[in-house]
């Protein structure tokens, strides 16, 4: 698997496997942890997630023209992860959110978000930049041995992305079940069980906005069910809202910690990623005008072929990305979560990431080497319906089951919202497809960008990547809304629709993207 790679790919994995493990340890509980330290609605919530997911990438645009600029993209990429470890520090603060402490403690916990979305855009795209460069030199060095010598060091980029994607994602494996996991062990040292829809109900009724009927039973019972004594249930709201969110923020010491391993590994292994700004000074090239106009031509060429997948790329990750949104909602709600907390069901993504990798290279190094290998800009395309098979699944589901949308799901007797909960297969059987479609799509991605990048515009380009994906995240409030106000069949449907189109309109572009990335 590591056979006839670039000998710094490993160490620029695992650096980039520390800093996505100390990543998706806040990223699992975002949405819910500023539900739950706040008392903010599933609207507020994912627009702040939505923001910062945003950030994150068009920050890696900032992150790129730094690091183009200077060609110093170790010094930009170490910078990045000493920006997130000062982010996740104050995100580690556990300070009890009340009426009074909220008119700040919000505005410092943003600022926290914003130094991570910043940190990693100096990190996130440098780092991609480097591994592409240094399959730049890899096969710069085999074409001096021969072509057959170029040809086998060239089919080898898709695979090392997939490889370098894998170690993302035993990050991402393990890192959901540390907050969850935390959150847990610090209720029961207070003698208090975990229970999701509690934080909500205890907001409502501190703030004095009135509870129903039904929110006031329920409360009742869910405070007698963690263990809590209803005589006085103000000092119980605050007790709990305040040792529920405490675990969470001893999970974020975990994210600083991992920041700075990944610090570390970085520096250690630094003489192994390439110096593109040292080795460009000693090479000094006069080209004719004709080829310069040639060369500018095929550089427009390959930018208008970088946009077009762009425009694609943005609907993939406004519905893959809705995990953190609209799909932990839906596992909160409507799937059986007593045993297992909703946050925990995002490292399914990240297993099947790791077991479906090595399989997926394998189907396509066979079909290459029977003559049939399938373009990067085609397997694009199929991961786009892939991903549309996921919502396909979950929108026939929903329909049957007669979902409601999820505010009129609040609305129920706790014995009524029991009986509509489904099983983990269906958020499995999710997960399965999203996953498929993703090493369809970013991996192969990102070895697409580092192809048509110009050498002098490789961290720009990687950023302008993360750039698109930042359009999507933007929008991801969109499937909370839908959630909250529409049955949530229809809110599926949606993306459905979302990512049947997108893979219309990619494969309509195939035959001339190939042509580009000959």
């Excluded at 590591?2 to 340890?25: Q, S, T, V």
């Excluded at 910043?118 to 795209?125: E, H, M, Q, S, Y």
């Amino acid at each position: 698997m590591f056979k006839n790679h670039p000998k710094g790919l490993i160490p620029a994995a695992l650096a980039n496997m520390g800093e996505r493990f100390g990543y998706y340890i806040m990223n699992a509980v975002l949405v819910l942890f500023l539900c739950s330290k706040f008392g903010l609605d599933n609207d507020q919530s994912t627009m702040i997630y939505s923001i910062f997911y945003c950030g994150i990438y068009v920050l890696s645009l900032v992150g790129g023209l730094i690091a183009d600029k200077t060609q110093n993209y170790k010094a930009t990429i170490m910078s990045g992860l000493i920006v997130m470890a000062f982010g996740y520090v104050i995100l580690s603060l556990p300070i009890l959110s009340t009426s009074e402490t909220i008119t700040w403690l919000l505005p410092v916990t943003c600022l926290a978000l914003f130094l991570i979305a910043f940190g990693n855009g100096l990190f996130k795209g440098n780092l991609q930049a480097i591994v592409g460069q240094m399959y730049d030199n890899f096969e710069a060095e085999a074409a001096k041995k021969g072509e057959k010598e170029l040809a086998v060091a060239k089919s080898k980029r898709d695979s090392g992305f997939q490889i370098f994607y894998v170690f993302i994602n035993i990050g991402g494996l393990i890192a959901p079940f540390v907050a969850p996991l935390l959150r847990e062990w610090w209720l029961k040292v207070h003698n208090l069980l975990y229970n999701a829809e509690l934080p909500e109900l205890c907001h409502k009724f501190l703030k004095g906005t009135g509870l129903s009927e039904i929110e006031s039973a329920n409360l009742n019972k869910l405070v007698e069910q963690v263990g809590g004594s209803t005589a006085d249930l103000s000092a119980f709201c605050s007790q709990y809202l305040d040792v529920f969110n405490t675990g969470i923020h001893y999970s974020f010491i975990a994210s600083v910690v991992a920041m700075l391993i990944s610090l570390v590994v970085f520096i250690a292994f630094r003489k192994m990623f390439p110096t593109p700004g040292k080795k460009e000074k000693k090479e000094t090239v006069k080209y004719t005008q004709e080829e310069k106009i040639a060369m500018a031509k095929e550089i427009k060429q390959r930018l208008y072929a970088l946009f077009a997948v762009l425009g694609i790329v943005i609907f993939f990750w406004l519905s893959f990305h809705q995990n953190g949104v609209s799909l932990s909602l839906f596992a909160r709600d409507f799937v059986d979560t007593d045993k297992i907390a909703p946050e925990i069901w995002q490292a399914v993504n990240p297993f099947f990431v790791i077991v479906l990798t090595p399989i997926i290279m394998a189907i396509f190094a066979a079909m290459a080497r029977n003559g049939k290998e399938i373009s990067t800009p085609k397997k694009i395309a199929i991961g786009m319906g892939i991903a549309g098979t996921a919502f396909l699944f979950l929108t026939a589901f929903s329909y049957m089951q007669g979902y409601p949308s999820g505010t009129d799901f609040k609305s129920l007797e706790t014995g009524a919202k029991a009986a509509m909960k489904a099983g983990p297969w269906v958020l499995i059987t999710v997960y399965f497809f999203l996953t498929v479609a993703e090493l369809f799509i970013s991996p192969l991605g990102l070895a697409f960008v580092s192809k048509v990048a110009p050498k002098h515009l490789q961290g720009l380009c990687q950023g302008l990547w993360l750039g698109a994906t930042a359009l999507g995240n933007l929008f991801l409030w969109v499937g909370a809304t839908m959630y909250d106000n529409w049955p949530i069949w229809e809110c599926w449907g949606v993306f459905l629709a979302v990512c049947l189109v997108s893979m219309g309109v990619m494969l309509g572009m195939v035959k001339w993207l190939e042509k580009v990335t000959q």
